[in-house]
């Protein structure tokens, strides 16, 4: 059974930063493209950033997301820096067999709360 723990979120003022963490069992880490999604009230969960064969950022996370991958620890983590407001949300972490895109991951985290407000 593959399972997804994520770890990180919290509360930060405007200009912040956090960092997010997934770890993953019960699959093998270097067949798996890893991500994180980011869902807002009203809005459709979108993909923030992901890993695998390449990497890749939402453009309104570009320049201050870095995602990246822990081999040691079958993880991966999110640093955010600059947080603004609208980067509040519910993030979740994806996982998914490498090569086959994000439309529909294979496994999903249960969502961690990041909230940006002063």
């Known amino acids: 059974q593959v399972q997804l723990v994520e770890s990180g979120g919290g509360l930060v003022q405007p200009g912040g930063s956090l960092t997010l963490s997934c770890a993953i069992s019960?699959?093998?880490?270097?067949?798996?493209?890893m991500g994180w999604f980011r869902q807002t009230p009203g809005k459709d969960r979108e993909l923030v950033a992901a890993?695998?064969?390449?990497?890749g950022y939402g453009d309104s996370v570009k320049g201050r997301f870095t995602i990246s991958r822990d081999n040691s620890n079958n993880a991966v983590t999110l640093q955010m820096n600059s947080l603004k407001p609208e980067d509040s949300g519910v993030y979740y972490c994806?996982?998914?067999?490498?090569?086959?895109?994000?439309?529909?991951?294979?496994?999903w985290g249960q969502g961690t709360q990041v909230t940006v407000s002063s």
């Open positions: 890993i695998g064969d390449a990497t």
């Open positions: 994806a996982a998914t067999p490498r090569g086959s895109g994000w439309r529909r991951p294979a496994y």
């Open positions: 019960g699959r093998s880490f270097s067949s798996t493209a």
